[in-house]
């Protein structure tokens, strides 16, 4: 599982601001596998030319980098959305499995007509702000483990996102994640307006070793709920899957967005990739 804080070295990584232009890509390495543009509907100033054009940056951008990644971005004021991925299949979430379990737990509570308990906020908070391992494990059980996220998932038409019985290997695409951020954030979602304020509270205030990633691409002004995972995969040779999703808003913003990498040779490179993807997209769906 993930660990409670980032290795020495990967504190050093502090989000960047958004320079003017869209940033290339550095480093060596190759995607695992061509990467081929999700279907999605676009609307708004962002059209099919630039859809096609975003989506060979990115793959040139992941060409660029070591392991493989894959992407969602929605821009709630204009209705945009982008996604592309790599073949094959899904990618490990890491700790960002955290943000389906607060989802759910905030969702049971609600269908039993209550607030969280005391342990149950001290779980949560744990959980999102320091991403506590054992705080999350306490609150999947609690959910019914595997069978009982799968299941409140598909009832929430989350069907791309397979939980397992380590929560860490739970395994999803950039674009469920997006509807699950959407879920959590929207006013028009499944949760209550005190929920709703309480789970951004969380995902704002997580610890500034941890407040890398999508934020990187984050303007002056910006609020960002953000969480990220980071673990290594066994399977895989101890490389990393380092993610990281986050809704960035302001009083002339609505982003969610989702970046899934896997295959990193350390998770200072995976947060690398993270970041100058985040950048490349959200750059590009700016107005």
């Given amino acids: 599982m993930n660990p409670r804080s980032l290795p020495a070295a990967c504190t050093q990584v502090r989000p960047a601001r958004l320079a003017p232009t869209r940033p290339p890509c550095t480093g060596g390495g190759v995607i695992s596998a061509p990467a081929r543009e999700v279907p999605m509907v676009s609307d708004g100033a962002f059209g099919p030319a630039d859809r096609l054009t975003l989506t060979r940056e990115v793959a040139a951008c992941l060409r660029a980098r070591p392991g493989r990644g894959a992407v969602a971005i929605h821009d709630r004021l204009t209705g945009a959305r982008f996604a592309m991925e790599p073949d094959p299949g ?33 779980r ?7 991403s506590d391992n054992a705080a999350a494990q306490a609150l999947a059980v609690e959910l019914g483990g595997k069978e009982g996220m799968t299941r409140r998932l598909r009832d929430l038409g989350v069907d791309q996102t397979w939980p ?17 951020l959407d879920l959590l954030t929207s006013p028009d979602g499944p949760l209550a307006v005190e929920n709703r304020l309480y789970a951004r509270a969380l995902m704002t205030s997580v610890e500034p ?3 890398w990633g999508v934020s990187a691409a984050a303007l002056p002004g910006e609020q960002v709920a953000i969480k990220n995972g980071w673990m290594p995969v066994r399977a895989h040779g101890g490389r990393w899957v380092v993610n990281s999703v ?28 993270v970041q100058e993807v985040a950048e490349l997209v959200i750059s590009a769906m700016r107005p």
Avoid: C, Y
């Fill in 246 to 273: 986050g809704h960035l808003s302001s009083d002339s913003s609505d982003l969610l967005i989702a970046i899934l990498t896997e295959r990193s040779p350390d998770t200072e490179t995976g947060i690398r990739t």
């Fill in 124 to 130: 949560a908070e744990a959980m999102i702000r320091r």
């Fill in 209 to 211: 070793s941890q407040a």
């Fill in 90 to 122: 899904p990618f490990p979430l890491a700790s960002v499995a955290k943000v389906a379990i607060l989802l759910g737990t905030l969702l049971n509570a609600q269908a039993q007509g209550r607030a969280l308990t005391g342990a149950e906020r001290v």
């Fill in 164 to 180: 397992q019985t380590a929560w860490g290997t739970t395994l999803s695409h950039p674009a469920d994640q997006l509807k699950l």
